[in-house]
C-alpha cells in the first residue's frame, strides 16, 4: 500500500467522522422539551394541527407521542386547518441540487472522470460534503429569518387592566377588540374565563419549575397520567446520562386561546403561550452548565393543551413546540 493512497484513506475518514459530528452537534443544540415533536393527548384532536395565534402565527410541531390512537381522529368534527408549510429546503431545490450532483458524480466515476477527473474519490467524498454543509447552513439561515419574520409581524393584544399581567381577554372579547386575523380562527365551545386564564398561567410556572426540581408528586398534581409518563422519562433519561435540566424564574409573557372544546365530561382547552425562563442543561455530578444560560431568561413559544373531567381541576395534558 502506497503512501499517498494510505493518507486518502485516512483523510476521508477523518472527514466523514467530521461531518458526523458536525450533525449531531448540531441536533444537540436545537433539543429542547418538545422540540422533536408534542407528546400527550388532545382528545379527538390529537392529530390535528390547533388553530394558530397572534402568539404562535405558525403552526404548532405535531404531536408525535400519544396514547391516543390515530383513527379516533376519524370521529371528530372538521375544523379549520391551518395552511400546510411550505416543503423544506431539501424537498425542492436543494433535494433536487444534491441529487443531481450525486447523480452525476457517480455516472462521472463510472466512465472514469470522477468528481472533476483527478479528485477521484477523495473529491468526491468532499464535494458531496461541502454541498451538505451549504445546504445545512442555507437552511439554518431561512429558518432564522422566518422566525424573524413572524415575531416582527404578530400582532398582540393588549393585556387586560385586571388579573395577572400575560393573558389577553377571553375569546369573545378578544374578538371586539383585536383586529380580525388570528382571533377569527380560533374557536371556544365551552366559554373559557378569565379565571381558567389565570389558572392555566400559574401550571405553566408550576410544571415547569416543579420540571427543574425533578418533584414528582408536584408534576403528578398538575399534569394528566399520560402526560406525567412523558415527563417522567425524560427526566430519567437526563438522570441516565448524567443530566439535569435547571428551570426556573417562570413568566408568562403573552398567551392567546387557541381552541377549547368538549368531549363528553372532558373539557379540553388549547393555548400558544410565550414565556420566559432561565433553563439550562447541568452536568449531574459536577453542576458545570453544558447548554443554555444559568444567568439569563430565554424566551420560548409553546402550544400547551389543558383537559378538565367535569368537577375536576384542570391538569397539562399535551405539549407542542412550535
Not at 377588540?177 to 386564564?197: F, K
Request: aromatic share 8%; hydrophobic share 40%; net charge neutral.
Amino acid at each position: 500500500m502506497g503512501f499517498s493512497t494510505f493518507n486518502s484513506r485516512r483523510l476521508v475518514r477523518v472527514f466523514a467522522v467530521g461531518l458526523a459530528v458536525l450533525f449531531v452537534s448540531a441536533q444537540h443544540a436545537d433539543a429542547r422539551r418538545a422540540a422533536g415533536g408534542g407528546f400527550g393527548s388532545r382528545g379527538t384532536r390529537t392529530f390535528q394541527a390547533p388553530p394558530t395565534t397572534n402568539v404562535a402565527p405558525t403552526p404548532a410541531v405535531p404531536i408525535q407521542r400519544s396514547m391516543t390512537p390515530p383513527q379516533a381522529t376519524q370521529k371528530a368534527p372538521l375544523q379549520p386547518q391551518a395552511a400546510a408549510p411550505r416543503p423544506g429546503f431539501f424537498g425542492n431545490f436543494g433535494g433536487s441540487l444534491l441529487g443531481g450532483l450525486l447523480l452525476g458524480g457517480l455516472i462521472g466515476a463510472v466512465l472514469g472522470t470522477g468528481f472533476g477527473g483527478a479528485a477521484g474519490l477523495l473529491g468526491m467524498l468532499f464535494q458531496i460534503g461541502l454541498v451538505v454543509v451549504v445546504i445545512w447552513l442555507a437552511m439554518r439561515f431561512l429558518a432564522a429569518r422566518r422566525q424573524q419574520g413572524a415575531a416582527a409581524g404578530a400582532h398582540f393584544d393588549p393585556r387586560p387592566t385586571a388579573g395577572p399581567a400575560g393573558f389577553g381577554m377571553p375569546l369573545s372579547q378578544t374578538r371586539e377588540t383585536a383586529g380580525a386575523s388570528a382571533a377569527s380562527r380560533q374557536t371556544d365551545e365551552i366559554g373559557i374565563t378569565q379565571n381558567d386564564l389565570n389558572t392555566f398561567e400559574r401550571l405553566l410556572g408550576e410544571i415547569q419549575s416543579a420540571y427543574g426540581r425533578e418533584d414528582y408528586p408536584a408534576l403528578r398534581h398538575d399534569t394528566t397520567p399520560e402526560a406525567m409518563s412523558y415527563l417522567a422519562e425524560e427526566l430519567a433519561d437526563h438522570a441516565t446520562r448524567g443530566l439535569r435540566n435547571s428551570v426556573s424564574d417562570v413568566r408568562l409573557l403573552r398567551g392567546d386561546l387557541s381552541e377549547a372544546w368538549r368531549e363528553g365530561d372532558t373539557d379540553y382547552a388549547t393555548l400558544a403561550m410565550r414565556y420566559a425562563s432561565i433553563d439550562a442543561t447541568l452536568d449531574r455530578a459536577t453542576g458545570r452548565v453544558l447548554e443554555g444560560d444559568p444567568v439569563n431568561p430565554s424566551e420560548t413559544t409553546e402550544v400547551w393543551t389543558f383537559a378538565r373531567k367535569a368537577g375536576a381541576d384542570w391538569k397539562l395534558s399535551a405539549i407542542q413546540a412550535t
